[in-house]
Every structure is written in C-alpha cells, then in structure tokens.
Nanobody
C-alpha cells in the first residue's frame, strides 16, 4: 500500500505564497505519476499539477500556470507544490494523489489519495 500525507496548508492573504508537501510512504517508487488536485466548496475536484516520479515531466492546469510549481525530492519521498501569487479563487482543500499508470487530469486515474490540506486565501 501507498500512503500519502499532505501538509503546509493554511491561511494566507491574496498575493502571498504557500508551499505544500506530500510525504509518500509504503511501497514507494511504484507510482509513475504524482499529482495535486483541489476541491472548493460546491465545486468539482480540479486538477492542479502532476509530475512523473522518474524524470521531470510535468503538467499544470490552466488556472495555475505561471503561479504554481510542482517538484519532488525522491530521496525524501516527497512531492511539493509551491504556490505563489495566490488568489481567493485558489481557496480549496488540496489533495495529493498517486497514479500507477500514465498521467491524467482525471481523478479516476489516481489510486491513492491523501486526506487533504486546507488552503484559504483572503482578499
């Protein structure tokens, strides 16, 4: 089994920054793609960013391009999401996910999920 644990969420003013972390434990290095999703109240879960565990292939959702950066530290079994220029619309619960197949923007492609971390951006 693979366990994911997000951290780093909190309350920040618009224009500020946060860095989320996702610690991976269990059967590490089995996943092919790690991703971040987010879900705001009353809205569907939205793809944010993904990165391949091996190599540096990445993909960003249109709403965060130019503001968010996904990265990883394989030695620490950790994936990061650096969020800059935060907007109130970024307010959501952010989830880390792992896929054992090719990357996708669909949540159905991801087998394991963390519990989520709340990000709140005030205007």
């Amino acid at each position: 089994q693979v366990q994911l644990a997000e951290s780093g969420g909190g309350l920040v003013q618009a224009g500020g920054s946060l860095r989320l972390s996702c610690e991976v434990s269990g059967r590490t290095f089995m996943q092919r793609v790690m991703a971040w999703f987010r879900q705001a109240p009353g809205k569907e879960r939205e793809f944010v960013a993904s990165i391949t565990w091996t190599g540096s292939t990445y993909y960003y959702g249109d709403s965060v391009k130019g503001r968010f950066t996904i990265s990883k530290d394989n030695a620490k079994n950790t994936v990061y999401l650096q969020m800059n220029s935060l907007k109130p619309d970024d307010t959501a619960v952010y989830y880390c996910a792992a896929s054992f197949r090719g990357g996708s923007i669909s949540q159905s492609a991801y087998t394991y999920w963390g519990q989520g971390t709340q990000v709140s951006v005030s205007s």
